[in-house]
């Protein structure tokens, strides 16, 4: 397939010719050629032609769950996000293989949450990793993906019951991977800051436009700053404090 990958790129009716030739002499399975053709397809990043072939493979022996599930991963690289669902849903249909469909959906579901995270839409990202790790709860990198959208979707509105959830994630992910190393250096970093919510977060989370909390201060303060009391005031004597309940 390196080799087929290769040549596709800069001649790809090659690759059918010779895919053909070899296919022939070894039983003219039709399915077993665009298969061939797909994966060397999908090798030279045409994933559009791969998708082609692949369905013609899934047409040729609809039987064989594989196709589809080929087809799927085709589509999920050109963002076909329900056209690959609806494929991998087929190929279950097929053969019946939980594992199987169950590692794709988490795989595309991934995908689709990734492209949306690097859009900037952490809130519609959001489900799609949950659903992610519902269906492959072994992954460490699916755990991880959670818990970055997790910790996007608190900034600038700081929430402690979400950035918990985000450590939570991360440790999930860190456990699954056996790593300290960048997974160590993030959690100490929303350690930290979940530490600080913790402390502050009634005062951050109080909603805009509630009265301010009065403190009075004492007379004998102006004199510190201006012992003739010649010019302004330099403190109101009622000033507003940070609001703690």
């Known amino acids: 397939t390196g080799l087929g990958a290769s040549r596709w790129r800069t001649d790809p009716d090659s690759v059918r010719r010779l895919f053909l030739s070899v296919v022939s002499d070894h039983a003219g399975d039709r399915a077993t050629l665009q298969s061939l053709l797909g994966d ?27 196709y589809r599930r080929d087809q799927a991963a085709a589509l999920r690289e050109v963002g076909r996000w329900p056209e690959a669902e609806d494929c991998i849903l087929a190929a279950f249909e097929v053969d019946s293989d939980v594992a ?9 579901h991934n995908a689709h949450a990734n492209r949306l995270y690097e859009a900037g839409e952490y809130a519609e990202a959001e489900p799609l990793y949950r659903a992610g790790v519902r269906l492959s709860p072994q992954d460490a990198v699916f755990w991880s993906n959670l818990s970055l959208a997790l910790e996007e979707s608190v900034k600038g509105a700081p929430r402690v019951g979400r950035l918990r959830e985000a450590v939570d994630a991360l440790v999930k992910a860190a456990e699954l991977a056996g790593d300290d190393g960048e997974y160590g250096v993030r959690l100490a970093r929303l350690r930290t ?3 600080r919510l913790d402390r502050f977060g009634q005062l951050i989370e109080v909603p805009a436009g509630l009265p301010p909390v009065i ?31």
């Open 40 to 66: 060397a397809a999908y090798a030279a990043e045409d994933y559009e032609s791969a998708a082609t072939s692949y369905a013609a493979a899934a047409e040729a022996s609809p039987d064989r769950g594989w």
């Open 100 to 108: 199987a469909r169950d590692d794709a959906l988490a795989t595309l």
């Open 193 to 195: 800051d979940l530490g």
């Open 215 to 245: 403190v009075d201060l004492a007379d004998d303060l102006v004199p510190i700053v201006d012992p003739n009391q010649n010019g302004r005031r330099f403190f109101d004597e009622r000033l507003p404090a940070m609001r703690r309940h």
